[in-house]
């Protein structure tokens, strides 16, 4: 099969054209948590019947058209940058039975902010102040929010809820700001959370996408194009291993002794290789209990570890 077929084409200003492959990479992410599952990718690549190029936005769509409905049975809020801050994809959410916290850019939304300025004039727009310590400096996070303004120039437009977080450090710099359209409903006592669940969504490039590049996954190296679907293939697998190992890490107490005990994720896995390289262990706690007996663990620990396996 043809290059064209299964990745991402670009013809820079050189004249020359270069073939990449592209993937979202949906997570479930939680405000003020530190790990984030893995869902299963949707890839971009050329669609039967469509002469246009694929990209991030239509994967997903097809995603949320597969997959979405075990999801907002759940109850789920998505959220995403701004890129799918516009009225169809909003839509797509609302009729999916999603809620959205959407990160809205002044920029690409001049009307929105135009009614967010007419009703700041007016005095229609809330304000919240709060101030907080964070263990080394005062900081002061002020949040605005209306209800029901435009998301495009229309009179038929969708509706939504608008939200700003602006955080100032005790000179006055500004340390932070980022806006959000949302169908959620707000008012003083979420306007907070509502902010929050926006932001939890750089979890996805932080605890997601830079863990896959920087930790170890090699999920940037070139293995090459294949025939048809190897670079799929192995990315899938690569998203695979690391809801595993999150899930590991959530749930298996030993896992979780060795994460803490070694410096890195990396080195744990590296450490594992090189056991089983040169011995076959009865079973995955066979092979945490004896490293574990490596350690010099605290006796006042609520993990009672069982007796060194025999081995041999």
Request: with cysteine; proline share 4%; aromatic share 10%.
């Amino acid at each position: 099969m043809p290059k064209q077929s299964f990745a991402k084409i670009a013809t820079p200003l050189n004249g020359k054209t270069s073939y990449s492959h592209t993937v979202v990479t949906p997570v479930l992410v939680k405000p003020g948590g530190d790990k984030v599952i893995s869902l299963s990718p949707e890839f971009v690549c050329p669609q039967d019947g469509l002469e246009k190029q694929d990209c991030g936005l239509n994967a997903s769509l097809r995603w949320l058209d597969s997959r979405g409905s075990r999801y907002a049975e759940l109850g789920t809020t998505v959220l995403g940058d701004d890129l799918y801050c516009h009225e169809p994809f909003c839509r797509v959410l609302l009729s999916k039975g999603f809620e959205f916290i959407l990160v809205c850019k002044p920029d690409s939304h001049k009307t929105l902010y135009e009614w967010v300025d007419d009703l700041e004039r007016n005095g229609v727009v809330k304000t919240v102040v709060r101030k907080r310590w964070t263990g080394k400096c005062h900081e002061t996070d002020t949040y605005r929010y209306v209800s029901a303004v435009p998301l495009r120039d229309a009179d038929d437009a969708l509706s939504v809820n608008w939200c700003e977080m602006t955080t100032h450090a005790a000179d006055g710099k500004v340390l932070y700001r980022n806006a959000f359209a949302t169908s959620v409903a707000v008012d003083d006592t979420n306007v907070a959370a509502v902010v929050a669940s926006g932001r939890a969504r750089w979890k996805i490039e932080n605890e997601n996408n830079n863990t896959l590049k920087t930790k170890g996954y090699h999920f940037e190296h070139n293995y090459g194009h294949g025939k048809q679907f190897l670079s799929s293939l192995l990315a899938t697998l690569i998203l695979l291993a690391y809801l595993l190992h999150t899930l590991l890490d959530l749930m298996d107490d030993k896992f979780q002794l060795l994460l803490r005990k070694l410096p890195s994720r990396r080195r744990l896995f590296d450490d594992m290789k090189a056991l089983t390289t040169y011995w076959c262990f009865d079973s995955w706690e066979h092979l945490l209990d004896f490293m574990l007996e490596g350690w010099s663990y605290d006796p006042e620990s609520p993990i009672v570890w069982p007796l060194k396996p025999e081995i041999g």
